[in-house]
């Protein structure tokens, strides 16, 4: 049985938080809250080998926590935990989900060290369950994995004193097998915090 990922995720977020503190407390860094929605890039998906599924295109329940540890020479690191589900109807079956949990280390780096506008550029690398549940006549399917998760990211940070805001685009790959829910796709974040 997998732990339940409402919760190991935020703790996983909390254990790296105390283990980063000195390094990030001896530099810069940043908290940052955000959601939005994340588009699959295929939202027709064969979960088993007798039917396909049609997904909902954009994603229901974005949300994710960030902490960096930011350098004077704009190169960030840190971790992320991000949570989403695509909601789909299976033929002849109740509606179903399609539910993802994230844990990802990620690098950054900001450009133009002073004013308010900070673009950048990042990716990430992590593990992530990856899960799909339905009703089909009183019986109950659901498939669980962990997978590798890979994003590459674009954006742009608006830093005010301690206040930062963000927006930033997001191509995001998952290694699943065949047949297996596939969340790949292009997310579109939005998000605000703090900054030191």
């Given amino acids: 049985m997998y732990p339940s990922a409402a919760l190991s995720g935020p703790r996983l977020l909390i254990a790296l938080l105390f283990a ?14 955000k959601g939005g929605v994340v588009r699959l890039a295929d939202d027709t998906q064969s979960l088993d080998a007798a039917q396909m599924r049609t997904f909902d295109e954009t ?23 991000l949570t989403f589900r695509h909601d789909f109807t299976p033929p002849f079956a109740d509606p179903g989900e399609g539910r993802v949990w994230v844990l990802q ?59 930062s805001f963000m927006l930033e685009a997001r191509n995001m790959y998952f290694d699943t097998e065949s047949g297996k829910y596939d969340p790949s796709g292009v997310a579109v974040l939005a998000g605000f915090g703090f900054n030191w």
């Fill in 105 to 163: 280390f990620i690098g950054k780096k900001y450009f133009f060290d002073q004013g308010p506008v900070h673009p950048f550029i990042g990716a990430g690398l992590g593990p992530a369950r990856v899960r799909y549940s339905y009703n089909n006549a009183g019986t109950k399917y659901s498939d669980d994995d962990i997978v590798l998760t890979l994003n590459a990211t674009v954006g742009l940070e608006l830093r005010f004193d301690n206040l």
């Fill in 59 to 81: 994603s229901q329940s974005t949300m994710g926590l960030s902490i960096e540890a930011r350098k004077r020479s704009g190169v960030t690191f840190g971790a992320e935990f």
């Fill in 20 to 33: 980063l503190a000195p390094g990030i407390a001896s530099a810069g860094g940043a908290f940052l809250a």
